[in-house]
């Protein structure tokens, strides 16, 4: 059960409730104190910060409990997530610094004028004498963060400001977060290529299906920078890394197997076309209302490109009725959607991805004695599919080659280098997928990447460590 540590300022009526009163209040909740400051002393009445530890699920019962003792004000609830956003998670710095008027003017004027120059003469000379070489925009309108939903650009902000911390703690890239206030895909297209001259990629994040199909390919076609809907292929690939583990694990081949992926939305239709380009041959697609089927007539567009897959089956049905026989179930959907019995009716050695957020297809607790291997997409069980495993590493290598888009070849590479980051001898059920803390990680997608884009022709320079 994953733990909290909250801060309580309270206001105590001594007249009413003394200090153990409230101690016993919290500890009948489920929580624990761990410190307590005094921030206002008094006779009749003092304030105080109470820092307790609490199951996340047990929050809102310590808070409730405090509310309904009579003499006890509760004047604020923190905790350590909100205080580390505490005006924001991210800055810009200067690279260096600026101390006399010699200094001033080399970095602004006079002497910058040459410098603009030379870019206006040779814009590729922007890759070399500004921050976008190095600098990726992380753009969102805010529709469909995490599993909160369409919730705006302004409350979008911390997971971008997130975002931007892992770009550059973990592959040395700046990336800054745009939150666009519209959900106009013309007005969202027009503004990105509008701002588009200073970044060396863009990372979409949260735009909901199917808007955000049309957003990244009109962008992939009209801008000159890599464009990554990471909603999208970030999880497919780690997907893929993962299922490629899981084979191994099982001693199943990619060509032989039957997979059903469940929720054909942004993530699910990158799942399924990664699936193909990897040697899938035997593909059911399912969203709520059955099955796409091979030859189906379908009003969306990504859902009728499936359906004109030959590698997609062609029976109709339920998620309950498909998933008989399968070797592979992939969820990308809601919780709790599938039963023992669903599992039991699979292949043998079955390998379940139930990746819905916060709450699985399946209670790991129910599925883990049925399957051969079983993956979330949460960080308390094993075996997490976490995209902050690829766009680190990829854009780190689409910004050292200057590539022009991020292909399917690319992604793919990304997947095998990610699985590879794991030994045959580390390799077992319960360890599929390296932690993105994985010095290697980065390192091995990097490298992955580049030599693709090299291969495939989208690079626009090779590195001095792949010359």
């Given at each position: 059960?994953?733990?909290?540590?909250?801060?309580?300022?309270?206001?105590?009526?001594?007249?009413?409730?003394?200090?153990?009163?409230?101690?016993?209040?919290?500890?009948?909740?489920?929580?624990?104190?761990?410190?307590?400051?005094?921030?206002?002393?008094?006779?009749?009445?003092?304030?105080?910060?109470?820092?307790?530890?609490?199951?996340?699920?047990?929050?809102?019962?310590?808070?409730?409990?405090?509310?309904?003792?009579?003499?006890?004000?509760?004047?604020?609830?923190?905790?350590?997530?909100?205080?580390?956003?505490?005006?924001?998670?991210?800055?810009?710095?200067?690279k260096l610094p600026i101390k006399n008027r010699d200094d001033l003017s080399r970095v602004y004027t006079p002497g910058v004028a040459k410098v603009?120059?030379?870019?206006?003469?040779?814009?590729?000379?922007?890759?070399?004498?500004?921050?976008?070489?190095?600098?990726?925009?992380?753009?969102?309108?805010?529709?469909?963060?995490?599993?909160?939903?369409?919730?705006?650009?302004?409350?979008?902000?911390?997971?971008?400001?997130?975002?931007?911390?892992?770009?550059?703690?973990?592959?040395?890239?700046?990336?800054?977060?745009?939150?666009?206030?519209?959900?106009?895909?013309?007005?969202?297209?027009?503004?990105?290529?509008?701002?588009?001259?200073?970044?060396?990629?863009?990372?979409?994040?949260?735009?909901?299906?199917?808007?955000?199909?049309?957003?990244?390919?009109?962008?992939?076609?009209?801008?000159?920078?890599?464009?990554?809907?990471?909603?999208?292929?970030?999880?497919?690939?780690?997907?893929?890394?993962?299922?490629?583990?899981?084979?191994?694990?099982?001693?199943?081949?990619?060509?032989?197997?039957?997979?059903?992926?469940?929720?054909?939305?942004?993530?699910?239709?990158?799942?399924?076309?990664?699936?193909?380009?990897?040697?899938?041959?035997?593909?059911?697609?399912?969203?709520?209302?059955?099955?796409?089927?091979?030859?189906?007539?379908?009003?969306?567009?990504?859902?009728?490109?499936?359906?004109?897959?030959?590698?997609?089956?062609?029976?109709?049905?339920?998620?309950?009725?498909?998933?008989?026989?399968?070797?592979?179930?992939?969820?990308?959907?809601?919780?709790?959607?599938?039963?023992?019995?669903?599992?039991?009716?699979?292949?043998?050695?079955?390998?379940?991805?139930?990746?819905?957020?916060?709450?699985?297809?399946?209670?790991?607790?129910?599925?883990?004695?049925?399957?051969?291997?079983?993956?979330?997409?949460?960080?308390?069980?094993?075996?997490?599919?976490?995209?902050?495993?690829?766009?680190?590493?990829?854009?780190?290598?689409?910004?050292?080659?200057?590539?022009?888009?991020?292909?399917?070849?690319?992604?793919?590479?990304?997947?095998?280098?990610?699985?590879?980051?794991?030994?045959?001898?580390?390799?077992?059920?319960?360890?599929?997928?390296?932690?993105?803390?994985?010095?290697?990680?980065?390192?091995?997608?990097?490298?992955?990447?580049?030599?693709?884009?090299?291969?495939?022709?989208?690079?626009?320079?090779?590195?001095?460590?792949?010359?």
């Amino acid at each position: 059960m994953a733990q909290t540590s909250i801060i309580l300022r309270v206001e105590l009526d001594h007249q009413k409730i003394s200090f153990g009163d409230v101690a016993a209040t919290i500890s009948r909740a489920g929580g624990d104190i761990t410190s307590i400051d005094v921030i206002r002393p008094g006779k009749e009445s003092s304030v105080r910060d109470i820092t307790v530890d609490v199951a996340d699920t047990e929050e809102s019962t310590v808070v409730e409990s405090l509310r309904a003792q009579e003499g006890i004000k509760l004047i604020n609830v923190s905790d350590r997530t909100f205080l580390v956003h505490l005006g924001g998670k991210v800055e810009v710095q200067p690279k260096l610094p600026i101390k006399n008027r010699d200094d001033l003017s080399r970095v602004y004027t006079p002497g910058v004028a040459k410098v603009c120059t030379a870019i206006h003469e040779n814009p590729n000379k922007a890759y070399s004498l500004t921050i976008k070489r190095n600098t990726v925009a992380v753009v969102t309108d805010g529709t469909a963060v995490l599993g909160l939903g369409d919730i705006g650009p302004h409350a979008a902000a911390p997971v971008m400001e997130g975002k931007a911390m892992l770009f550059k703690q973990l592959a040395g890239v700046d990336a800054f977060p745009i939150c666009l206030d519209t959900k106009d895909t013309e007005e969202i297209i027009r503004t990105i290529k509008a701002i588009s001259p200073i970044f060396g990629g863009i990372n979409l994040e949260d735009i909901s299906s199917p808007r955000c199909f049309e957003i990244e390919q009109r962008l992939a076609e009209e801008l000159d920078v890599p464009v990554f809907h990471d909603d999208q292929h970030g999880t497919a690939v780690v997907v893929i890394a993962g299922l490629l583990n899981a084979l191994k694990v099982t001693g199943k081949r990619i060509g032989n197997i039957r997979v059903v992926v469940n929720g054909i939305g942004a993530a699910g239709v990158s799942i399924c076309k990664m699936l193909l380009n990897a040697g899938v041959t035997r593909l059911v697609p399912v969203d709520r209302d059955g099955a796409i089927v091979r030859g189906g007539q379908y009003e969306h567009p990504m859902w009728q490109w499936l359906a004109n897959q030959p590698q997609v089956e062609a029976a109709k049905g339920s998620l309950h009725d498909v998933i008989a026989d399968a070797d592979v179930f992939i969820g990308v959907s809601r919780g709790n959607v599938l039963a023992v019995e669903d599992l039991r009716r699979m292949a043998e050695n079955r390998i379940v991805f139930a990746m819905a957020n916060p709450v699985p297809e399946i209670a790991p607790e129910l599925a883990l004695p049925h399957t051969a291997v079983f993956a979330t997409g949460r960080s308390d069980y094993p075996n997490q599919i976490n995209n902050v495993l690829v766009f680190p590493g990829l854009f780190r290598g689409v910004l050292d080659c200057r590539a022009k888009v991020i292909n399917e070849p690319m992604k793919l590479a990304a997947a095998r280098a990610i699985a590879a980051v794991i030994s045959e001898a580390e390799l077992n059920e319960h360890y599929i997928i390296p932690s993105i803390f994985n010095e290697k990680v980065v390192a091995n997608v990097r490298k992955a990447v580049i030599e693709t884009a090299i291969l495939t022709g989208v690079s626009r320079r090779v590195p001095a460590d792949f010359r």
